[in-house]
């Protein structure tokens, strides 16, 4: 294997990572999503935010995007094209990034997404994998957009009451972890597609410990937990669940509502941060004093030969 590849896709990890000199490497991710919501600015601006993400997760900054464009020309029109690519564009720039060209292709579905590079300084690469016992889990995004996403699609959640969270939805993690590069974090993802167990249990495999999440702790959206009542979910909440079969123990009562939010999957999540215990308050605090709200301790990391999740 190329020396120069220091982040490779062994460890599931956001990125790939590649060395270009002792104080350079470049960050390569591509992500792109389906239509969450039905309105095309806000459509670019989450598909947007989603990729850019990655970029984060593995303590870099993104330098340029190339669009990727699935689209129905001659049945949606080249004007909601164009709001999709507005949308992606100015979230780019919010990054501080340039969008440098594309590709698209006639698709019968949506899609939309960038291909983005990154840099960061060797030693300074973020992964899921140097957790550390002691260590405490800070969350900067609330969950359960999949299933709010999916409740406005099929009317039980009124697209109002969606919007709401949108802002918060396309919000960049970029603050958050300016911030976080601060302090002396020791792994951190992005929640996005396997939800907050999935990607806790990626952090535990890959860091080999015990990753314990409070129940209590973790914060969600506005209608998360009614949306589940009602019966709505997502196409991917199953798949996940089986996924942590084996890995995933529950140490207290939930509804079934309530374990369906620990397998929500997220579009543009917030980011995981692990980090020793006694920085944590000071890094919830200085998060929250720039805007990143819902910044909260929602766990511990803990030493075990047998990694896993629990939930208290």
Not at 2 to 18: I, K, Q, S
Not at 113 to 140: E, Q, S, Y
Not at 197 to 209: P, Q, W
Request: net charge negative.
């Amino acid at each position: 294997m190329d020396p120069n590849l220091l982040v490779g896709f062994e460890t599931c990890d956001d990125a790939a990572v590649y060395r270009l000199s002792d104080d350079l490497a470049f960050i390569s991710t591509v992500d792109f999503i389906t239509p969450p919501v039905d309105d095309p600015y806000w459509f670019g601006q989450i598909a947007a935010a989603n990729s850019l993400s990655d970029v984060y997760a593995m303590g870099g900054k993104p330098l340029t995007a190339l669009n990727l464009i699935m689209f129905p020309m001659k049945k949606l029109g080249a004007a909601l094209l164009k709001e999709i690519l507005r949308g992606g564009s100015d979230k780019v720039l919010e990054a501080g990034a340039s969008i440098a060209g594309g590709h698209s292709v006639d698709d019968n579905e949506p899609k939309y997404g960038l291909a983005v590079t990154g840099a960061v300084h060797p030693d300074r690469i973020l992964t899921n994998c140097g957790a550390k016992a002691g260590d405490a889990l800070i969350l900067t995004k609330p969950l359960g957009t999949g299933v709010l996403f999916n409740a406005c699609r099929s009317k039980k959640l009124p697209w109002g009451e969606l919007e709401q969270i949108l802002p918060a939805v396309a919000s960049l993690n970029k603050k958050a972890i300016e911030i976080a590069l601060n302090f002396e974090i020791h792994a951190c993802t992005d929640i996005t597609g396997f939800g907050i167990v999935g990607h806790s249990l990626e952090m535990a495999k890959g860091s080999g410990v015990q990753i314990n999440l409070h129940y209590d702790k973790l914060p969600s959206y506005p209608n998360v937990l009614p949306m589940y009542r009602k019966g709505e979910t997502t196409g991917s909440n199953k798949a996940n669940r089986k996924l942590a079969e084996g890995f995933f123990q529950k140490k207290r009562e939930l509804s079934r509502e309530q374990e369906e939010l620990l397998f929500d999957p997220q579009t543009s999540g917030g980011l995981l941060l692990s980090l020793p215990s006694s920085e944590s308050s000071r890094l919830t605090m200085e998060l929250k004093n720039i805007g990143v709200e819902a910044a909260v301790q929602i766990g511990e990391v803990v030493a075990n030969p047998e990694p896993h999740v629990e939930i208290f």
